[in-house]
């Protein structure tokens, strides 16, 4: 019965902490796109408030990760400094195309949690 408990405990927390990263990319994403349309109406100062918030949560998501983890956490720490230096250039070039890069790579994380999500609801 301790046995079944604890299982039950750690799968929680799993999905807990699943979920928060997922939502941590929702936000990301939703903020990326905030600073494309501030960016398309020439609206500077609001690119520019996203593209820090956006910034800031990519951040976060860097500095969580267990770089004991091996290949994983190193791929995903590349990834995240390829978003934080496309969000750089987006914000000094005024680049759509870079904005359109760092959302891409962090669709793509988002899809890969939101399958891990999935199969532990399932």
Do not use: C, P
């Amino acid at each position: 019965m301790q046995t079944a408990t604890l299982n039950h405990q750690t799968e929680v927390k799993v999905s807990d902490r699943v979920q928060i990263v997922t939502m941590l990319y929702d936000g990301a994403i939703n903020f990326i796109g905030k600073a494309k349309e501030k960016m398309e109406v020439g609206d500077t100062l609001g690119k520019t408030d996203f593209i820090k918030k956006t910034s800031a949560i990519v951040r976060e998501l860097a500095n969580s990760l267990n770089m004991d983890g091996g290949e994983i956490a190193i791929n995903l720490k590349n990834l995240y400094d390829f978003v934080l230096e496309s969000l750089i250039k987006a914000e000094i070039n005024n680049s759509m195309d870079a904005l359109n890069d760092a959302e891409k790579v962090m669709e793509i994380l988002r899809g890969s949690w939101k399958e891990m999500q999935e199969v532990n609801q399932g």
